[in-house]
T-cell receptor, first 116, second 116 residues
Framework: DAEITQSPRHKITETGRQVTLACHQT?????MFWYRQDLGHGLRLIHY???????NKGEVSDGYSVSRSNTEDLPLTLESAASSQTSVYFC???????????????FGQGTRLTVV | GENVEQHPSTLSVQEGDSAVIKCTYS??????FPWYKQELGKGPQLIID?????GEKKDQRIAVTLNKTAKHFSLHITETQPEDSAVYFC???????????????FGRGTSLIVHP
């Protein structure tokens, strides 16, 4: 079955270190995106991509970057981890627009990141 | 950009009762309204969605209603069961021709607790 997987599931890192969270999907979806989930804030969009070599900033992109070198992967990099980036991170993908219509987003299991 | 408000933040009901979660959105161009259920330690999963050309949609014990004029939509769960306990998110999105990105903007979530 097609799926979307995130790794690692848990990560503890120190302030100032660079961290990369992996996301891999096997649906061949064009759209991929990253959210962070914090208590009281719901899911906030960090970055998104419509396809290979395409990346776009979301609502809370400062301190984060992504790259899309193939259809399956969208790694999220924290350039210099800060305590404010302690959160649960979710990767998701969707097929893309049917005409101009949005489609269901499929989420990974999440990565819990702690910055100490 | 789109803004989605969700109420209540917490909802406690007795098994067998009905539960209603309400959301409002700000951008009248939004045309896709999914609802996601998130169980503890897992990623959100789509439970039902509705498009702007439909006023109501049902799937067994779950129904969603959409009022485009008032820009609000609601999730209705009837005959609640303990396994319905989870966090529920509403979302709204639109395609690029309307200034969107296909990427859903989420409400802050409702924690539903069903007491046996």
């Amino acid at each position: 079955d097609a799926e979307i997987t995130q790794s690692p599931r848990h990560k503890i890192t120190e302030t100032g270190r660079q961290v990369t969270l992996a996301c891999h999907q096997t649906w061949n979806h064009n759209n991929m995106f990253w959210y962070r989930q914090d208590l009281g804030h719901g899911l906030r969009l960090i970055h998104y991509s419509y396809g290979v070599q395409d990346t776009n900033k979301g609502e809370v992109s400062d301190g984060y970057s992504v790259s899309r070198s193939n259809t399956e992967d969208l790694p999220l990099t924290l350039e210099s981890a800060a305590s404010s980036q302690t959160s649960v991170y979710f990767c998701a993908s969707s097929e893309g627009g049917l005409g101009d219509q949005s489609t269901e987003a499929f989420f990974g299991q999440g990565t819990r990141l702690t910055v100490v | 950009g789109e803004n989605v408000e969700q109420h209540p933040s917490t909802l406690s009901v007795q098994e067998g009762d009905s539960a209603v979660i309400k959301c409002t959105y700000s951008d009248s161009a939004s045309n896709y309204f999914p609802w996601y259920k998130q169980e503890l330690g897992k990623g959100p999963q789509l439970i039902i969605d509705i498009r702007s050309n439909v006023g109501e949609k049902k799937d067994q014990r779950i129904a969603v209603t959409l009022n485009k004029t008032a820009k609000h939509f609601s999730l209705h769960i009837t005959e609640t069961q303990p396994e319905d306990s989870a966090v529920y998110f509403c979302a709204a999105s639109m395609g690029p021709s309307s200034g969107g990105s296909y990427i859903p903007t989420f409400g802050r979530g409702t924690s539903l607790i069903v007491h046996p």
